[in-house]
């Protein structure tokens, strides 16, 4: 823990500029992906793909993706079909899908998020493992796909639920996918939000499952992690513990 701390002091009392490379890719239905990539480790580095909330774009990972690049990880933020605008950052995707006339929903944009996945896989072979992590529905999707797929090595997931039912899915669309996952798996939200996700939580039979809730109120999503939250230090020594943990 005491490693984790010092970490934890060093990624928020650095400057960081890591260069970030704008790239697209294609999903199945020849949707045009667009990603950030925030590679500034060795290739063969675990690498951890981040997914944004409702609303958003992959903007939410601005300050994020650097300080995670810090710890020795490479990412890539990705923009799912549905989305908008975060930090002055628009979500390309979700505008390409728009113009197609293609869905817009929770459950539309998994797919993108099983793109990424392949897309990663293909240009770092050798990377070390697989993480996804998603924030608000996303995080939610990550549970689930982390429950279909079997070459996802990690996930961590940002105040997650069962989001979907009125898009027509089961009430338990995510829990009944969760109980395949056997991979470590973090999930934390706000204090209040507990309920949401605490049953999908319990059912994981994973051997190396965390949660974390703040003391205070806490944030939705991955903003939690955000400077300017007074909990996001917290919020970073738990994420990093888990991550140490893999």
């Known amino acids: 823990m005491k490693k984790a701390v010092l970490i934890l002091f060093f990624i928020s009392t650095t400057f960081l ?79 390409r899908a728009e113009k197609q006339k293609l869905g817009t929903t929770y459950i539309d944009a998994e797919v993108d998020i099983n793109s990424a996945i392949e897309y990663v896989k293909k240009q770092y072979p050798k990377a070390k493992k697989i993480i996804i992590w998603g924030s608000s529905y996303s995080s939610a999707l990550v549970l689930k796909i982390a429950g279909d797929r079997n070459d996802i090595d990690a996930v961590l ?30 999930i934390t939200s706000a204090k209040n939000e507990k309920p949401n996700w605490w049953s999908i939580f319990e059912i994981i039979p994973a051997k190396n499952k965390q949660y974390f809730l703040p003391e205070t109120d806490g944030q939705h999503g991955s903003r939690a992690l ?11 020594k738990a994420v990093i513990s888990f991550l140490q943990s893999i």
Not at 27 to 49: K, Q
Not at 168 to 185: L, M
């Open 226 to 236: 955000w400077e300017k939250f007074p909990e996001h230090q917290a919020y970073w």
């Open 157 to 186: 997931s940002f105040a997650p639920g069962e989001y979907f039912e009125n898009l027509g899915k089961p009430s338990d669309y995510v829990t009944q996918r969760a109980k395949n996952i056997k991979v470590p798996v973090f």
């Open 17 to 95: 500029v890591i260069a970030q490379q704008k790239i697209t890719f294609l999903a199945p239905d020849s949707v045009e992906i667009t990603a950030d990539l925030y590679v500034s480790n060795p290739t063969e580095n675990s690498f951890i793909i981040l997914f944004h909330q409702a609303g958003w774009s992959r903007g939410e990972y601005l300050e994020i993706a650097p300080k995670l690049n810090k710890l020795g990880f490479n990412c890539m933020a990705v923009d799912q079909r549905s989305g908008g605008k975060i930090n002055n950052v628009i979500n390309e995707t979700h505008q």
